[in-house]
């Protein structure tokens, strides 16, 4: 069964592309006002155009908000709170510089002001990650767990189309990988089958623009450090 965007009122958001792309960013402070379903269904319906291998469309995901949101939110801050470490997948050696210098961006002046001897502040800060950073919508994306890299490619395709629907909505977001790694108290929570993997959350809502920490943007590195160009 096809399905096409649900119908949205036209140049609403006057935004070229490049500008969508450049505005998008990890928002970590949401207000509590409500996404409209309009503008999250349009979003879920575009994304369903990216491509995938064989036109499988491998992405699966779980939208909450509301109490079903509230109830995964509690179970999760919960679990961080009791001590048990999130399963989270290593970075290599030469990766880690990256998450040291977001870290000290977040959490710096530039970000929440937590000093570095502030134990409590950062724990806190912390938790707000299993707390959706207070979003109203809360997402989940998995993939079955039968399928290769190339169809987590297909599925990071789609989850970029819907984040660059909401930013051009002016709705704020964020992909966080934290949760996954208390994929039992998700799977718990949405009743999610044991051949999907839970790949990563993603917060959903509208940007508290009073925040310093939304205005925090991450360096990106050069093209030419990540892409070979061969003409000859």
Same mark, same amino acid.
Request: net charge negative; charged share 20%; aromatic share 6%.
């Given at each position: 069964? *096809?399905?096409?965007?649900?119908?949205?009122?036209? $140049?609403? %958001?006057?935004?070229?592309? !490049?500008?969508?792309?450049?505005?998008?960013?990890? @928002?970590?402070?949401?207000?509590?006002?409500?996404?409209?379903?309009?503008?999250?269904?349009?979003?879920?319906?575009?994304?369903?155009?990216? /491509?995938? $291998?064989?036109?499988?469309?491998?992405?699966?995901? &779980?939208?909450?908000? =509301?109490?079903?949101?509230?109830?995964? +939110? @509690?179970?999760?801050?919960?679990?961080?709170?009791?001590?048990?470490?999130?399963?989270?997948? /290593?970075?290599?050696?030469?990766? +880690?510089?990256?998450?040291? !210098?977001?870290?000290?961006?977040? %959490? =710096?002046?530039? =970000?929440?002001?937590?000093?570095?001897?502030?134990?409590? =502040?950062?724990?806190?800060?912390?938790?707000?990650?299993?707390?959706?950073?207070?979003?109203?919508?809360?997402?989940?994306?998995?993939?079955?767990?039968?399928?290769?890299?190339?169809?987590?490619?297909?599925?990071?395709? %789609?989850?970029? *189309?819907?984040?660059?629907?909401? *930013? !051009?909505?002016?709705?704020?977001?964020?992909?966080?990988?934290?949760?996954?790694? %208390?994929?039992?108290?998700?799977? +718990?929570?949405?009743?999610?089958?044991?051949?999907?993997?839970?790949?990563?959350?993603?917060?959903?809502? &509208?940007?508290?623009?009073?925040?310093?920490?939304?205005?925090?943007?991450?360096?990106?590195?050069?093209?030419?450090? @990540? @892409?070979?160009?061969?003409?000859?």
């Amino acid at each position: 069964m *096809t399905t096409s965007p649900a119908p949205i009122p036209h $140049n609403i %958001y006057p935004m070229t592309f !490049e500008e969508t792309v450049l505005i998008r960013h990890s @928002t970590r402070r949401f207000l509590p006002q409500p996404v409209p379903k309009q503008i999250l269904h349009h979003a879920l319906s575009l994304a369903t155009h990216a /491509p995938s $291998n064989s036109n499988i469309q491998p992405w699966r995901f &779980y939208l909450l908000s =509301g109490a079903a949101a509230d109830r995964l +939110k @509690t179970a999760l801050v919960a679990e961080a709170s009791s001590g048990a470490e999130p399963l989270i997948p /290593p970075l290599p050696d030469d990766c +880690k510089h990256f998450r040291s !210098e977001l870290g000290k961006q977040v %959490y =710096g002046e530039g =970000g929440l002001g937590i000093a570095r001897d502030d134990i409590e =502040g950062r724990r806190a800060a912390v938790l707000r990650n299993f707390d959706f950073f207070g979003a109203p919508t809360a997402a989940i994306v998995c993939m079955n767990n039968t399928l290769s890299k190339a169809d987590a490619v297909s599925v990071g395709m %789609y989850l970029q *189309t819907f984040l660059l629907s909401l *930013t !051009e909505a002016q709705v704020g977001s964020c992909v966080e990988v934290s949760v996954a790694g %208390y994929p039992d108290v998700i799977r +718990k929570c949405l009743s999610i089958p044991e051949d999907m993997d839970i790949i990563c959350g993603v917060a959903i809502g &509208y940007e508290d623009e009073s925040m310093v920490v939304n205005r925090l943007r991450s360096r990106r590195v050069s093209v030419e450090e @990540t @892409t070979v160009i061969l003409e000859d």
